[in-house]
């Protein structure tokens, strides 16, 4: 125990260290105050490992010391938002980034990027114009709305719907649709801060049309019908049809709002999947506004879309809270060009990569799986096969969907399937990959064919 507190007692004040030759070089490399702050922090935990029996260094101008010094340093510079190849065979993943953007998506980013832009400005009048007018006749064309606007995310969106129309008002909503999204937001929270009144009807499993006609006397703005998202209630259940609330609503002078979550422009039965209600066929039924997310089944950037009559989305864009929660101007241009992928002569499923992947036949992806897995035989140690498997949809959309797949299985002579992982999600491009019976299990449905080479040296390099 002397020894421990000789050593802490040798230990030289910050001041002193910051003038040795050592600090003096690494302050020209990194600047004084962030040399400062790591210091401080090491020689903070310098300190607490001796009180746990750890001896100090003994010169903290050595070379191995400088060096764990300059290290962290280093570490701190290091950009930590990562490329990710998706293994997981879960198409629409929130913790990586939801939709990947289709080529012509990307391309207009940088183009918009580079330079200055017409993003509010009228090129024709020379006056000032608006940002949504680079999207709108692109989006009331494709769902048929006379109408929209967007802002940066769908939540944002039925926030401020809510904020224009009911706030200190009522709004109904069946209590099976009082969701939690990612993030632990809950729609009661997001209607509460819209300055809204929530009138619960029905019960978690069953609503009827006549719960809904029952509140009423509470004089509300409108029904909010909302898309469960990520979980199904099956069995004994029932709600009533858009049509029939939107009847309800418009017969008692009501709004209709639907927030359709995950919101499609196609139908998807086409991928083997069961069809998810369009936004045009929200709009058909009676909705008076109608929003969904960008970055999920639209295969866009992130952005919430409201669709609606042309008087209820000019009442929108007078909110003054629109301007809190308005797109900025590289989603828009993602936006743009991933719409104008939806107009003939263009394949949506050809072209925009979550429908592409979606959509893929099992046969498709059983080739190119075939064609890694012969790479990935090569690699001493690994023992890897196909096998059936089943991915998703993911993002909240059709959860319990599952689509038929396949997944190359792998282990390793002596590494586990945990290490493998950890070792895959450690690396540069990072791999995000699952875990089955103690074995590795790699689902290309997600993953790029630009990306299969990246994936095997990654594979490579985990198993060396």
């Known amino acids: ?31 004084r105050s962030e040399v400062v702050t790591v210091m401080r922090e090491r020689l903070e935990s310098i300190r607490e490992e001796a009180s746990r029996g750890i001896v100090p260094p003994g010169d903290l101008e050595s070379p191995a010391f400088v060096h764990v010094v300059r290290a962290e340093l280093v570490k701190r510079r290091c950009d930590d938002f990562h490329r990710v190849i998706n293994a997981t065979g879960i198409v629409i993943h ?17 183009r918009i990027a580079r330079g200055y832009s017409n993003l509010e400005l009228d090129l024709e ?7 949504y007018q680079h999207v709108e006749r692109l989006l009331t064309r494709l769902g048929g709305s006379e109408a929209a606007v967007v802002v940066n995310n769908c939540a944002a969106a039925v926030m401020l719907a809510l904020n224009t129309f009911c706030r200190d008002r009522a709004v109904v909503i069946s209590r099976g649709e009082l969701i939690e999204i990612g993030g632990s937001f809950r729609m009661p929270d997001v209607i509460e801060r819209s300055g809204a009144r929530m009138v619960e009807v029905g019960t978690t499993n069953r609503t009827h049309l006549d719960d809904y006609a029952a509140v009423l006397r509470e004089e509300p703005a409108a029904i909010l019908v909302s898309h469960p998202s ?22 008692n002078g009501l709004m209709l709002i639907q927030d359709l979550g995950s919101g499609a422009l196609l139908k998807v039965g086409q991928a083997g999947l069961s069809d998810e209600p369009t936004v045009q066929e929200c709009v058909t039924a009676g909705a008076d506004l109608v929003m969904f997310s960008g970055d999920k089944m639209l295969g866009g950037p992130q952005c919430g879309i409201i669709l609606g009559s042309a008087e209820l989305i000019g009442r929108i864009r007078r909110n003054p809270m629109l301007r809190a929660v308005r797109i900025d101007k590289l989603s828009l241009a993602a936006l743009n060009a991933t719409l104008r992928l939806y107009l003939p002569p263009n394949d949506p499923f050809e072209k925009i990569p979550v429908l592409r992947m979606l959509s893929e036949d099992k046969a498709d992806l059983e080739r190119r799986s075939n064609d890694a897995l012969a790479k990935l035989a090569k690699i001493p140690g690994v023992w890897a096969s196909l096998i059936d498997d089943v991915s998703f949809a993911g993002g909240g959309a059709m959860p319990l969907e599952g689509i038929e797949s396949s997944a190359i299985r792998l282990r390793h002579a002596t590494h586990s399937a945990e290490e493998l992982v950890r070792r895959l999600r450690r690396g540069e491009p990072s791999v995000i990959a699952r875990i089955a019976d103690d074995h590795l ?5 997600t993953v790029l064919d630009r990306e299969t080479t990246d994936l095997v040296r990654a594979v490579e390099r985990a198993a060396a």
């Open 230 to 251: 990520n979980y199904r209630i099956s069995g004994f259940t029932a709600k009533p049809t858009l049509e029939e609330l939107a009847e309800l609503a418009h017969e």
């Open 94 to 110: 929130t913790n990586l980034g939801r939709a990947p953007l289709a080529a012509e998506a990307v391309a207009s980013i940088d």
């Open 441 to 445: 299990l790699l689902n290309l449905r």
């Open 125 to 131: 009048s020379g006056r000032r114009g608006s940002r």
């Open 1 to 31: 125990m002397d020894k421990m507190s000789d050593r802490l007692r040798q230990l030289p004040a910050l001041d002193r260290w910051l003038k040795s030759q050592s600090a003096t070089a690494l302050c020209a490399e990194f600047g």
